[in-house]
């Protein structure tokens, strides 16, 4: 790997051997003299947010009022509306629909309103025997059928297909997780010894049995118990997604199934399929095998339409005020259950609360007569506890135009500290900077070096990062645009998604310290002259 060098200050990078970005720590030169003086204006409207402020903000945000601002119920309207009026007090203009400061979003509330699956007259019971996402699933109320095809893996690649001339048109099929390997344990896709997509993205799977007709597919899981583990969560509860009451999707029809099932469904033709597997692991060769049971299923799904806001401050530049930058937190939460309250005081009742001091700051500015260059958006979105909803449908719905985007500066936790700095809070975990534009990163370690000295964090920046943050918060849906993107975080701690993450737990001075560093990197992006260079390559991930 590279080391990497900075003429401006003396960095020390701890680097990660295997990593593409930067994903080392970066310290400032404390020997150099930090300018403070407010005869720079940037360093006089820095000065501007302060932690005081802060807690007023987040005490009321994060309070049990609020019931924890679950999208779509009433907490979140409120801390909408909470944002919405702080805005107005700012005098900033009212850009959004009727003359607001809200861009409506849509979600559909998605769960099951029956789901059944018998084999041969024996019912099986979901989120035991079986399962199967509403939220990924076309609603169909009655299938009944005497015929099953197994089609090995489900694969159509160029090296190797099960599907062939095969038609499966209004069928349903039976698949196998992963992909063949021969008797020497190389892939017939990969042609080595690493597997390939196919086995890493199941519905690459899916998306070919829905332009084959595939009515149905049955996945034999290996382990269906810990996956059941892993995602009881997003089974049982609805799940939201954009829209307006109807939903389509890519994937065919589909359900997890346990081994026993697959034996059921099988039956008598289970030799074939030993026959088929032996021949497979020899040639590479996929043959269908016609299955006969009597499979009845119901997966009638419910949708219910729920209403949000994603909220929008702005600030019109000047010379440059066709180009924007955003500011974007997600001030949604995961609400209560029965009487506990999901407060979110760190996530994101942090960000939110930074985001609106940041927007102050630079209204104060407008109002002193030397406002921005560029355009600034203060974008708090919600639904990103859903999967990023908000800041998806902001990306695909832009108030102003995607190409005159210039970089996403985006603030989601920052007002904890983690175990890794617990005798140190003077840092922050830096997500994203490079990847898109190295401008973009430069820029935030210099202003790092003039006017905050705070350690710069690139853990998580690491390509082998096994918590994918950089595709886990709201910058992600600008990234996958092409538009430079810059996360903050201060990690997880103990109180992470839980009743416990409350104001009386926030470092309110931290959050002043790194909230003014924000407004210095935010006011350089938005007041120098060159539009930041992207010279970075859109990576395509989920959450």
């Known amino acids: 790997m590279k080391s990497i060098i900075f003429s401006f200050t003396l960095l020390l990078f701890s680097l990660c051997l295997s990593a593409q970005y930067v994903s080392g720590v970066s310290v400032p030169d404390t020997s150099q003299a930090l300018i403070t003086d407010s005869s720079d204006i940037s360093v006089m409207l820095a000065n501007s947010i302060q932690a005081k402020d802060m807690r007023k903000h987040l005490s009321i945000l994060a309070s049990d009022e609020y019931e924890g601002r679950e999208t779509g119920e009433k907490g979140n309207d409120m801390a909408a509306a909470y944002i919405a009026n702080y805005f107005k007090s700012l005098d900033l203009p009212a850009i959004g629909e009727n003359n607001s400061y809200y861009q409506k979003v849509s979600f559909n509330k998605t769960g099951w309103k029956k789901n059944s699956f018998s084999i041969n007259g024996k019912e099986h019971k979901h989120l035991w025997d079986y399962l199967a996402f509403a939220a990924m699933n076309e609603s169909m109320p009655y299938l009944e059928t ?280 003077n840092y922050i975990y830096v997500i994203g900077s490079d990847r898109l534009s190295t401008d973009l990163h430069k820029i935030n370690e210099d202003m790092n070096q003039k006017y905050s000295q705070i350690t710069m964090d690139y853990q998580y920046n690491s390509e082998q990062d096994p918590n994918r943050y950089y595709y886990r918060s709201d910058h992600y849906n600008f990234a996958r645009k092409g538009i430079p993107a810059i996360f903050f975080f201060n990690g997880t701690h103990e109180d992470y998604h839980r009743i416990t993450d409350t104001v009386d737990k926030i470092n309110f001075e931290k959050m002043e310290k790194v909230g003014r560093h924000f407004f210095h990197t935010a006011w350089e992006l938005a007041n120098r002259e060159d539009r930041i260079v992207v010279d970075g390559v859109v990576e395509e991930g989920g959450r």
């Open 146 to 425: 005497d015929e099953v095809v197994y089609m090995g893996y489900g694969i159509d690649d160029k090296n190797y297909s099960d599907y062939g001339s095969k038609d499966v048109r209004g069928k349903v099929i039976l698949i196998n997780e992963g992909e063949p390997y021969n008797q020497d344990s190389i892939s017939y896709v990969t042609g080595t010894s690493e597997y390939s997509e196919w086995t890493q993205d199941i519905y690459k799977k899916l998306r070919v049995a829905k332009t084959k007709g595939a009515k149905m597919v049955l996945i034999i899981s290996s382990n269906l118990k810990n996956f059941l583990g892993e995602n009881r969560r997003f089974l049982i509860n609805p799940r939201l997604q954009l829209g307006d009451g109807e939903y389509k999707t890519d994937f065919a029809n589909h359900a997890y199934i346990s081994t026993t099932m697959a034996k059921e469904i099988i039956g008598s033709q289970s030799k074939k399929i030993k026959r088929w597997r032996k021949k497979n692991k020899k040639r590479g060769k996929s043959k269908k095998v016609a299955l006969n049971p009597n499979l009845i299923l119901t997966f009638d799904k419910n949708i219910d339409v729920l209403r949000g806001n994603n909220i929008m401050g702005y600030v019109e530049g000047t010379d440059k005020k066709d180009e924007l930058i955003v500011v974007s937190a997600h001030y949604d939460h995961l609400g209560k259950t029965g009487n506990d309250i999901y407060n979110g005081a760190d996530d994101n009742g942090s960000g939110t609360t930074t985001v609106i001091e940041l927007a102050q700051a630079f209204a104060l500015a407008k109002d002193m007569g030397a406002g921005p260059r560029r355009s600034v958006l203060f974008l708090l979105v919600t639904g990103e506890e859903k999967g990023l909803l908000g800041s998806e449908y902001y990306s695909e719905n832009p108030v102003f135009p995607i190409e005159n985007t210039v970089a996403n500066v985006n603030i989601d936790m920052v007002g904890r500290v983690d175990e890794k700095y617990k005798d140190n809070p």
